[in-house]
């Protein structure tokens, strides 16, 4: 028989089902990337069935639609982040379970996904159910932390969940050291911080805090850092952007649900450029008066 009649290794493996889930074109496009580009999503609050709705929403159809779009970018973006409250109330292994299943599209197209957790997560379930979604990297005991190198930014997606706290959050002194060592370990290129929630410098200590309970503790860390260009969160369901001592805060939309109605939903589609980053916000509703908006971000100087 003529060798050229046998089939290769990948046909043997394709008929056998092992590449079901990862179609050639994917392999190929591998090296198409844009190393510039990252899709930034936020809050999809994903339920124990793909049937589960919240505040009239589908949160499994919407991550669904997101995923899809993600999935096919031209050209592809060099990475995923979803900046927390992954699950919708709290972090159960079937609400995990469904996510692992609704994001496979992102994956299997060849885009790496990182995660950070928010309050409405449990990292231990997380940690049992997302392993294989986890970095083999775990450098804080007990979060989930990951430094995301790219060509003109560095991304650092952090943990606000707190077991002891069902809305606010916190980072913890462990976290924060071990951020100020890797910021410091790259001062030459722009840094990117990305927590679910929100900055709160009034908030208690302990207690019901909405926002970072350890704010006073957290922001130092960025601020006095000249490098650090932007802090990126979630939580409030809204896309706002603003500034605070020269730092660009980019407010994610939520994924899931919006909490007032004439929220825009959807997620942003960022693009590092030399002096800052521009981005774009896709609305899950193309007709929705926010879709489409850009903004064009110039980085603080030093
Ligand atoms: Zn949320």
Known sequence: ??????????????????????????????????????????????????????????????????????????????????????????????????????????????????????????????????????????????KQVTVIEMPRANLFVLDSFDPKNAVGGILGATQLKWLAAELDARKTKPAVVCVHHPLQFDAPKSGRANGIADTTDFWPVLKDRAWVKAFVFGHTHTWRLAERDGIHLINLPAIGYPFAKTEVSGWVDAHFTEKGVKLEVRALDPKHAKHGDKAELTWRKG
Request: proline share 8%; aromatic share 4%.
């Open 1 to 142: 028989m003529p060798i050229s009649l046998l089939p290769t290794r990948r046909t043997a493996l394709v008929s056998a089902g092992v590449l079901a889930l990862r179609p050639t074109f994917a392999l190929a496009a591998e090296s198409d990337a844009d190393p510039h580009r990252v899709a930034l999503l936020s809050d999809p609050h994903i339920g124990e069935t793909t049937e589960a709705k919240d505040k009239d929403c589908n949160m499994a159809d919407r991550l669904k639609a997101v995923v899809a779009e993600v999935a096919k970018l031209t050209p592809r973006p060099a990475c995923a982040v979803v900046n927390g409250d992954l699950a919708h109330k709290t972090g159960t292994a079937a609400e995990y379970k469904l996510f692992a299943a609704l994001v496979e599209p992102v994956r299997a197209a060849g885009v790496p996904l990182h995660l950070g957790l928010g309050n409405h997560d449990n990292f231990t379930r997380f940690a049992e159910g997302l392993e294989k979604l986890r970095p083999k990297d775990k450098p804080v005991e007990g």
